[in-house]
């Protein structure tokens, strides 16, 4: 049976069979909460790309202007709530024992929605490192009071905590990533365009292993012709209706079972 977002009752029994479930997001799983993508219009910052600003090269040439963008999403971020989609992929969890959640995103709001252990891939936009003893802290201020702001120990200049194109990602988030979407018998990619690597390659990874995977996004992206359907609209509208359809069915299969288990059982007495 096909509905009108195009989920099939094939898919859903494919991924309801699934043992090993992997979320992978970027911004568009936040586009509903008001937080703006980074590619298309809406990325365009007074008249920058983020391929301009998420640089070290920007941050040592201009850090005032790098911080005044960060400090722009960070009050966007602040002000934003957890959407629908954020709750769908929260709610996994409890159908899914063991579900990995990996995110691009660094806006924090996949843990406020209650995904319990996010594995945050380009770091968090809610920490700040000092550029010279490296040391890590959150860093909640917004707006700024002093920009660029500066290490309270050592008077050195803080940048978030985040990564920057052509910076390596972080060895651990990495690997857990790499392992998970290598043994994962299904993938859900949301929102995300897949033109930025090495992030980018975990949905062919997952595939190459045989995994099923589906990605839920506005419009269609590089690997949409590799993988095995794209359910094309918001995540906000898809996500509540996927899990929503991949729960009654585990359920009704779970209910299957016991009755043909208490079946037998009596049967047997
Ligand atoms: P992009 O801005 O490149 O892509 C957002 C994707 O979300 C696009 O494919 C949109 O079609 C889709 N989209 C928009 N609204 C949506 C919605 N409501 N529901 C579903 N899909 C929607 O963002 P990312 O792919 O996350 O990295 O970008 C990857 C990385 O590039 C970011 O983490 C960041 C950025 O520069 C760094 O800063 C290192």
Not at 27 to 47: C, D, I, K, M, Y
Not at 62 to 85: K, S, T
Not at 105 to 124: T, W
Request: proline letters at 6%; one cysteine or more; a negative charge.
């Amino acid at each position: 049976m096909e509905l009108s977002s195009g989920i099939s009752e094939d898919l859903v029994a494919r991924l309801s069979r699934a043992e090993h479930l992997v979320v992978f997001t970027g911004a568009g799983v936040s586009q509903e909460s008001g937080v703006p993508t980074f590619r298309g219009p809406e990325g365009l910052w007074r008249n920058h790309t983020s391929e301009e600003l998420a640089t070290a090269d920007a941050f040592e040439r201009d850090p005032e202007l790098v911080w005044d963008w960060y400090d722009y999403r960070r009050q966007i971020i602040a002000d934003a709530e957890p959407n629908a989609a954020h709750r769908a992929i929260a709610e996994l969890e409890d159908i899914y024992e063991g579900l990995k959640l990996i995110t691009q995103n660094v806006d924090g709001l996949h843990g406020r929605a209650g995904s319990s252990s996010p594995i945050e891939l380009h770091g968090n936009i809610w920490r700040a490192r000092c550029t010279r003893e490296l040391t890590v802290r959150q860093f909640l201020e917004t707006p700024l009071a002093q920009r660029p702001p500066r290490c309270e120990a050592c008077g050195a200049l803080l940048r978030p905590d985040v990564v920057w194109f052509g910076e390596p990602l972080p060895v651990k988030a990495f690997e857990a990533s790499r392992r998970a979407a290598e043994s994962c018998d299904a993938m859900l990619v949301v929102g995300t365009s897949a033109v930025v690597r090495p992030a980018a390659s975990l949905p062919l990874v997952a595939k190459h292993n045989g995994a099923t995977v589906v990605e839920i996004n506005t419009g269609y992206t590089p690997f949409s012709v590799l993988i095995d359907a794209t359910l094309m609209g918001a995540a906000g509208g898809i996500l509540p209706e996927l899990v929503g359809r991949i729960a009654e069915r585990r359920d009704a299969e779970g209910r299957l079972e016991s009755t043909v288990r208490g079946g037998e059982e009596r049967g047997s007495s």
